[in-house]
């Protein structure tokens, strides 16, 4: 992630994590990770995303866990608990937990009757996250054409 925003573009991200397994105070813990500086002398890097926006999700059996983040020299292009209630308002009983510039935190629970269930609803969720960021120019536009779509092996290069 670090390595992608250093080339350019990336200023924002959303995905999703399975081990908090909807638990929302160690999906806070797993983001503040994320966002710790990063040694760059380590082999294995970890974290050193905080100067990149971001939305992650945890499902769990009793409910969908969220958490965003938006870094300070982002804030403002972009006020956390508006994109965190964006998202979060897509379903009923979804609610926002907790809101600070920086840090928000949400939920919405199962709701088996109305087949809300937080694995189903999840990737639709990264979607309306990643689409609100584009709405506000903030998420690079998906135009379908991409180079990277061009994979070649061995026998496309004879020696």
């Known amino acids: 992630i670090e390595g992608a925003a250093d080339m350019g573009g990336l200023q924002f991200f959303c995905t999703s994590v399975d081990e908090p397994e909807g638990d929302i105070s160690l999906l806070v813990e797993s983001v503040k990770a994320m966002n710790a500086k990063s040694d760059p002398a380590e082999e294995e890097r ?33 006020v956390c608990e508006e994109w965190l209630q964006k998202v979060v308002s ?58 990277d779509d061009m994979v070649f092996g061995d026998d496309d290069f004879p020696s």
């Open 46 to 78: 970890k974290g050193g995303s905080g100067h990149i926006g971001k939305m992650v999700f945890s499902a769990g059996s009793t409910q969908l866990a969220i958490v965003a983040y938006v870094p300070e020299e982002k804030q403002g292009e972009l």
């Open 90 to 147: 897509m379903h009923g009983g979804g609610k926002v937990l907790s809101s600070a510039k920086d840090y928000c935190s949400g939920c919405i629970p199962t709701d088996a009757d109305k087949g809300v269930f937080p694995l189903k609803i999840r990737e639709g969720l990264i979607l309306e996250a990643n689409n609100f960021l584009r709405a506000k120019g903030l998420f690079p536009e998906d135009d379908g054409d991409s180079d």
